[in-house]
């Protein structure tokens, strides 16, 4: 009986969901983004790397790094498909883009960062 309660409840409660929640992600160093305007990939193939958002307008990704947002700015988007292309994900994002981060090559600026989440 309180299963079945339970299991109510959560429909209830995920038919009031709307795809604008469902899009905002919490990117470590930003806060929440609205994804809406990426292209995103959700990746089955690595352990290390969730789902690659891209704003091809703002070379601004969003990566998924073992359950946790970041954001990385400037990403070229030849850089982003060799990153989707390679053959170990998680190598080429060490190598390629997180390194890079520490180098400040891809850190976001505050004048860069990701938009704020939709209200």
Known sequence: MIPEKIVALVAAALAHATLAEADIVEVRG??????APFTCTDITRSTMIGRVCYDAS???????VRSTYRGFCGI????LNALLN???????????????????AHACTTDAAAPEAAD
């Open 58 to 64: 703002r070379r601004y990704a969003v990566i998924e």
């Open 76 to 79: 070229p988007p030849a850089k």
């Open 30 to 35: 930003c806060g929440p983004v609205d994804l």
């Open 86 to 104: 390679a053959p170990s994900m998680g190598q080429f994002f060490n190598a390629q883009i997180r390194h890079s981060e520490r180098l400040d």
